[in-house]
């Protein structure tokens, strides 16, 4: 059984840095993961993905600011944020993408992914 937990959460100002980590247990073989967030009044919406081999997709709201990356040893996932703005603000959230769907190009629709973390809070004041 696949269990994730988000850390790294907080509040910073505006222009400030944050670094997500996605603590995942239970992964067997290949695999894809992502980071989601979501706003309050707002759908849960796709940042960025990373497969087994270490392909990354960002999306481009936040391209330039946020970067993926993992540490395949220990079976952590990161989410790397600078400049950071109030738009930012969300629940972050890691997710491991469904098998059928591994092999192909990014996917950030939150319901082709199956198992998820609780979240860990980010909250960029002006």
């Known amino acids: 059984r696949v269990q994730l937990m988000e850390s790294g959460g907080g509040s910073v100002q505006s222009g400030g840095s944050l670094r997500l980590s996605c603590e995942a247990s239970?992964?067997?073989?290949?695999?894809?993961m992502g980071w989601f967030r979501q706003a309050p009044g707002k759908e849960r919406e796709g940042v960025a993905g990373?497969?087994?081999?270490?392909?990354?997709s960002v999306a481009d709201f936040v391209k330039g600011r946020f970067t993926i990356s993992q540490d395949n040893a220990k079976k952590v996932m990161y989410l790397e944020m600078s400049s950071l703005k109030p738009e930012d603000t969300a629940m972050y959230y890691c997710a491991t993408l469904r098998a059928s769907y591994r092999g192909g190009q990014y996917r950030c629709a939150s319901g082709d992914y199956g198992d998820w973390g609780q979240g860990t809070q980010v909250t960029v004041s002006s």
């Open positions: 239970g992964l067997v073989g290949d695999y894809s």
């Open positions: 990373i497969d087994s081999d270490g392909s990354t």
